[in-house]
């Protein structure tokens, strides 16, 4: 085990012990895969411990959902993926807290005391551990939960940490051992394309963002073309076969015609080596299901929770097979329509284009609650890499805003949660997240004053 791990097993230690003195905790968690990964751990973890628990769902922790939360008195509160950013607000408000999240820190960290966070132990909490990672490590001080590190794996890849080093690292990958030990989950170098377990082939390749396949994404019939001019047949039903059900060799010749063609095209090498890398198998689940892979899994959660629907999501987490596992297909299905609706849209609608920034208005085309999805999707279709992306969005009372990075514009001093907590402020608004993606909520009407101030705060972080 590292330092790094052994000292926050000693704080979840602490933490653990607070909680095992409750007969019930109130869980508070964010609306999408981590957040419901880290919701899954710990409840489960609770229910294993004999601990009831009551559980919410917040789309981000604001002063109002604390007022709510201290209002009703509810005793000792886990909150996961978030809280990191207002300890000081639960302080002010009485509120008896376990925060275990990995968000950057804000304000004052000395409380709560049992405050479980990568960034507090020297970690980097953007791609070493996430939200589920730092649950699963406080899940393991609870009881014995180690079947529970795929659940962690999940949220991991939810939040995108694994496309850092084309694999996850740091604490994130000693949670993977784990998992792997303990017979839940297997890693293995393959194609990267989204959808391995569930889609038809030719599907893989017309929804490729990253990377863009020129003259494939996007065109239902030259994937079909693609596909069979290499020799992929239809299965004897005459369907289309998914990726797990091809043989190793036909995967291999796939992979290397692909890389063959993106080659042909010019594509930069760092573009091609994205079509393969590690990717995490659930093992308990079943083959062909979206559980079996990490991301897959992934979207179906954010298909649930993101539509206000985490409660089902949850149940998905904790096991349930039946209705909330078809409830969650419907919904993922209306995901999938609204990602490429959005992206049409972005597609239409075009970037602007600032000196250090680049931003679109998707107004109340896009719902606020997968606008910063479509704002890293769409970073395939601007023609700009080198900016950072900005969407804006309407939501009650105010403008969400959401914010993608590239790790290149990180190497060069970018820091998007720093930048968000700092401007939005500024106009009176409230934000934050991590360098690569964050986000915000400002006040009506001051659009224009944000994205100038913001353009020049991002310029300022280049120049440093
Ligand atoms: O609140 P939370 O930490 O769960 O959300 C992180 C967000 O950052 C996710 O929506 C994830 O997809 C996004 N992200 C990204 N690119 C990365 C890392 C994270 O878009 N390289
Ligand atoms: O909503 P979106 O996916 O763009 O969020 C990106 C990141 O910014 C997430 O980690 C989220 O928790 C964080 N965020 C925040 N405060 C907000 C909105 C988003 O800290 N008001
Ligand atoms: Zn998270």
């Known amino acids: 085990m590292t330092e790094q791990m052994e000292n926050i097993r000693k704080r979840a230690g602490k933490c653990a012990e607070v909680i095992k003195s409750q007969k019930s905790v109130h869980v508070v968690s964010h609306i999408d895969a981590d957040g419901l990964s880290s919701a899954g751990i710990i409840c489960t973890a609770l229910e294993r411990a004999g601990i009831e628990y009551s559980t919410r769902f917040v789309k981000q922790l604001d002063e109002t959902t604390l007022d709510k939360i201290a209002d009703e008195n509810p005793g000792l509160v886990i909150f996961t993926d978030l809280g990191s950013g207002m300890c000081e607000p639960m302080k002010a408000r009485g509120i008896r807290a376990v925060v275990s999240d990995h968000h950057r820190p804000q304000g004052e960290l000395e409380f709560p005391e049992l405050h479980l966070n990568p960034h507090l132990f020297g970690a980097n909490g953007s791609y070493e551990l996430s939200g589920s990672g730092t649950t699963y490590i406080l899940a393991s001080a609870l009881g014995k939960n180690r079947d529970l590190a795929d659940l962690a794996i999940v949220g991991a890849v939810g939040d995108m940490q694994h496309l850092k080093m084309g694999q996850l690292t740091g604490i994130n990958r000693e949670i993977l051992e784990e998992g792997v030990e303990a017979g839940v989950l297997r890693h293995k170098k393959d194609l990267t394309l989204f959808g391995k377990q569930t889609r038809p082939i030719f599907k893989l390749l017309q929804y490729s963002s990253d990377p863009y396949l020129p003259?494939?994404?996007?065109?239902?019939?030259?994937?079909?073309?693609?596909?069979?001019?290499?020799?992929?047949?239809?299965?004897?039903?005459?369907?289309?076969?998914?990726?797990?059900?091809?043989e190793a060799p036909e995967k291999q010749k796939l992979v290397s015609g692909l890389v063959q063609y993106c080659l042909h095209l010019g594509l930069p090498t760092y573009k091609i080596e994205r079509l393969v890398g590690e990717v995490y198998e659930l093992l308990k689940e079943r083959e062909g299901t979206e559980m079996r892979d990490a991301s897959e899994y992934a979207t179906l959660l954010?298909?649930?929770?993101?539509?206000?629907?985490?409660?089902?999501?949850?149940?998905?987490?904790?096991?349930?097979?039946?209705?909330?596992?078809?409830?969650?297909?419907?919904l993922l299905a209306e995901h999938r329509q609204n990602l490429v609706n959005g992206l049409v849209y972005v597609k239409k609608e075009g970037v602007t284009e600032l000196e250090n920034i680049q931003y679109f208005n998707a107004g109340s085309e896009i719902k606020e609650t997968i606008v910063g999805i479509i704002a890293g999707?769409?970073?395939?279709?601007?023609?700009?890499?080198?900016?950072?992306?900005?969407?804006?969005a309407n939501t009650d009372?105010?403008?969400?805003?959401?914010?993608?990075?590239?790790?290149?514009?990180?190497?060069?001093?970018?820091?998007?949660?720093?930048?968000?907590?700092?401007?939005?402020?500024?106009?009176?608004?409230?934000?934050?997240?991590?360098?690569?993606?964050?986000?915000?909520?400002?006040?009506?009407?001051?659009?224009?004053?944000?994205?100038?101030?913001l353009d020049s705060f991002i310029g300022n972080q280049l120049k440093k």
């Open 215 to 246: 003259g494939l994404t996007g065109d239902e019939d030259a994937c079909i073309e693609f596909l069979k001019e290499r020799g992929v047949r239809f299965s004897k039903e005459e369907r289309w076969r998914r990726w797990i059900e091809l």
């Open 302 to 330: 954010n298909a649930t929770a993101r539509y206000d629907h985490a409660e089902i999501g949850l149940a998905v987490c904790m096991g349930n097979r039946e209705e909330a596992y078809e409830d969650a297909r419907k």
């Open 377 to 392: 999707m769409s970073s395939t279709i601007v023609s700009n890499r080198n900016l950072p992306i900005i969407a804006f």
């Open 397 to 453: 009372g105010g403008i969400k805003v959401s914010a993608r990075a590239t790790q290149d514009l990180i190497r060069r001093g970018v820091n998007l949660s720093e930048a968000m907590e700092k401007i939005s402020a500024e106009v009176g608004g409230a934000g934050g997240g991590h360098d690569i993606a964050a986000g915000a909520t400002i006040p009506e009407g001051t659009r224009d004053e944000f994205t100038q101030k």
